[in-house]
């Protein structure tokens, strides 16, 4: 949904559910069918491509799943319970503290990769 460029320069910009929150939601309530990815588009007022890469998102966490065009919620209730309650705390936590401040996190961040990230070819030389 678009906002005025005021709104955009003052910061205050809608604040509700993410997307992939209102297709897991929509889905969910819905979970005796299966939709097209621009049925669920429609169904929730957002861009098509924007409720396509969130589908992606939600079938790599396995909350998904899809048959040809269709897409429909995991048979898996505990993973679906589980992935709520895990957001439910972060979003908690974010309300507590203030969420992670990019600046900050950017200015404490070391300045060399994690030695994860270092492509070792498995030998300690």
Not at 58 to 84: F, I, N, P, Q, S
Not at 88 to 102: A, F, N
Request: charged content about 30%.
């Amino acid at each position: 949904m678009p906002v005025s460029i005021d709104d955009f320069e003052s910061g205050d910009l809608p604040q509700g559910p993410s997307v992939p929150e209102q297709v897991l939601t929509y889905l969910y309530t819905h979970r005796d069918h299966a939709f097209t990815r621009s049925e669920i588009a429609a169904a929730i007022d957002e861009n098509p491509n924007t409720v396509g890469t969130a589908l992606s998102r939600l079938k790599g966490r396995e909350l998904v799943r899809h048959k040809g065009e269709y897409w429909t919620t995991t048979r898996d209730e505990e993973r679906l319970a589980a992935a709520y309650d895990l957001h439910r705390v972060s979003q908690r936590l974010d309300e507590r503290d203030g969420g992670i401040d990019e600046n900050e996190w950017a200015e404490t961040a070391p300045d060399t990769p994690h030695p994860s990230e270092m492509g070792h070819s498995g030998s300690d030389s």
